[in-house]
């Protein structure tokens, strides 16, 4: 069974703060994604890494996915109330199956 | 691009009635689609994958006379709730892969909340 965990599962900051999520695994994923997801809804995609190394920028946020492909962070600059939601970090490697990590629950406070 | 629906968003059911769902891919073509359930404060757990013209796979633990799926056609699949009881209460979300078996994207609907009373 392929594991995915995330850290931290809590986060509370204030707005203007930065911060860095975490997505950890002893599996080698072939693509890793990361969803955000506000409550009464469906998760919404933010980014797809593939490559090992890889770096991708979406505004105020940074996703980098690991050199072996195992782990990903996603880190947020000067984090504003908009950002505050569950954020979801899913590997896919066997065929169009996605594992779920336990999501970091983020609130940014004004 | 890539939108997903679910229907109903949210409902209401008395126990021991069935209750059905349905997931559409509204511009895109979903061989595949899967249906997951999250309780609250809690991250996705995929019940089944449901392949079009197929039958469904289920997850470990998942029973598979209790959830019915179905994947009729490339746009639509749905989940059928039998014999509802409170603790199936939950939020139900599919999503759907447009590309063929190697595409790895999912979107996912908006989600249904289910409460049985």
């Known amino acids: 069974t392929q594991l995915l965990e995330q850290s931290p599962q809590f986060l509370s900051i204030q707005e203007g703060e930065n911060l860095t999520v975490y997505c950890n695994s002893s599996?080698?994923?072939?693509?890793l994604q990361w969803y955000r997801q506000e409550p009464g809804e469906g998760p919404v995609l933010l980014v797809t890494v593939v490559t090992g190394g890889e770096v991708k920028k979406l505004k105020r946020l940074t996703f980098q996915f690991g050199d072996a492909r195992k782990d990903s962070s996603l880190h947020i600059t000067a984090a504003q109330p908009g950002d505050t939601g569950l954020y979801l970090c899913a590997g896919n490697n066997a065929g169009n199956m996605l594992t779920f990590g336990g999501g970091t629950r983020l609130m940014v406070k004004p | 691009g890539a939108v997903v629906s679910q229907h109903p968003s949210w409902v209401i059911c008395k126990s021991g009635t069935s209750v059905k769902i349905e997931c559409r891919s509204l511009?895109?073509?979903?061989?595949?689609m899967f249906w997951y359930r999250q309780f609250p404060k809690q991250s996705l757990m995929l019940m089944a994958t449901s392949n079009e013209g197929s039958k469904a796979t289920y997850e470990q633990g998942v029973e598979k006379d209790k959830f019915l799926i179905n994947h009729a056609s490339l746009t639509l699949s749905t989940l059928t709730v039998t014999s509802a009881h409170p603790e199936d209460s939950s939020f139900y979300i599919c999503?759907?892969?447009?590309?063929?078996?190697?595409?790895?994207?999912?979107?996912f609907g908006p989600g249904t909340r289910l409460t049985v009373t």
């Open positions: 999503s759907a892969t447009p590309g063929g078996p190697d595409s790895y994207e999912q979107y």
């Open positions: 599996s080698v994923f072939s693509s």
């Open positions: 511009d895109f073509q979903a061989t595949t």
